[in-house]
């Protein structure tokens, strides 16, 4: 394929920003210049030497739905789903893929190890004027069908690419047994009047991804003011800056100080009630640990003493 094919192909497809973009593909397909060189400025219009602002992305809108705090997602993209049918093909509409001819398009999501599956969002453009159906079946590893349901939906008919999203029965979300994987499926027209833009699925339970902070940051310092007295309970509000909307949990380094007596320390997230294990077991020394601890959607966790003492919580890493 010459050189303009390949560009004229990829701006079609909305794969380069801009006719600089696309001279810089041209140069570096002909060996005229390296990546590195036809990247010389950052995204925020600085050069690449320096760093670019964390948030700088020429994204200004999607109609994906805010995430839900504790969940972690998976995506799948346009080009992800593939024909069940061998005589058809996906085929490129402008705002996704649609089968051609007629077929269903499906994709793979893997389930990791424990997760639960909450919730699927679909993103379709359906203008044909019929609904079609959206399909969430499991692939069981020696099966050759896929008849376990969890969730199935209904794209209507519209003027623009939309977002189509479910809540899974607590009946259907597993966990599952290793190996099993999400199939997301579509039916479709075999015309461009329907096309599938992606699809997205929202985990619970042992799918978390740490993110460790740049630096740690403390939530609580009971030295500004009292220390937590003997068997009460102190709540404290993990910061929306620390703790985004999808966190899952929070990793906490605990230190104990200035202790009346030997005693222990149980941090737990609010609204459940207190365990009967212990955090940190401590002295009237200067002692610390780690310890994770879930998240709830008010992001406020309990800290519970036994004996008068004076608690540091600094935030260190992140879970989904």
């Keep these: 394929m010459s050189v ?9 497809r909305g794969l380069f920003l801009g006719a600089g973009a696309i001279a810089a593909g041209a140069a570096i397909a002909l060996g005229e210049a390296s990546p590195v060189a036809a990247a010389e400025t950052a995204p925020d219009g600085r050069g690449a030497g320096t760093d670019a602002a964390p948030d700088a992305t020429p994204v200004t809108a ?3 739905s805010a995430p839900v705090t504790g969940r972690v997602y998976r995506h799948a993209t346009m080009f992800d789903f593939f024909s069940e049918y061998a005589s058809a093909q996906p085929a490129w509409g402008g705002y996704g893929v649609y089968s051609s001819p007629s077929s269903y398009l499906w994709t ?6 424990g997760a639960l599956i909450r919730d699927i969002e679909w993103y379709v453009y359906n203008t044909s004027g019929t609904n079609y159906p959206l399909w969430a079946r499991l692939w069981v590893p020696g099966s050759g069908t896929l008849n376990t349901p969890v969730l199935d939906l209904t794209a209507t ?3 623009d690419v939309r977002a189509f999203r479910g809540t899974v029965p607590s009946s259907n979300y597993g966990p599952f047994p290793p190996g099993v994987k999400l199939m997301l499926g579509v ?3 075999g015309s461009f009047n329907l096309q599938v833009n992606g699809a997205r699925v929202g985990f619970s339970r042992g799918a978390g991804e740490v993110g460790m902070l740049s630096a740690p940051e403390r939530i609580l310092d009971t030295r500004s003011g009292n220390r937590i007295g003997s068997g009460s309970t102190r709540t404290v509000k993990v910061p929306a800056a620390v703790a985004p909307t999808g966190t899952s949990a929070v990793l906490l380094k605990v230190t104990a100080l200035s202790a009346t007596g030997s005693g222990a320390l149980t941090i737990y997230p609010s609204g459940v009630t207190r365990p009967g294990s212990t955090s940190l077991n401590f002295t009237t020394s200067t002692i610390g640990t780690t310890v994770l601890v ?3 959607s ?12 004076h608690v540091l919580l600094d935030a260190i890493a992140t879970i989904g």
């Design 298 to 309: 008010d992001r406020k966790l309990k800290v519970y003493t036994s004996k008068t003492v």
């Design 62 to 64: 999607t109609i994906a």
């Design 187 to 189: 039916g479709t027209s």
């Design 294 to 296: 879930r998240v709830p």
């Design 157 to 159: 008919s519209g003027s």
């Design 108 to 113: 793979s999501i893997e389930i990791p190890a």
């Design 4 to 12: 303009s094919a390949r560009t004229t192909e990829f701006d079609r």
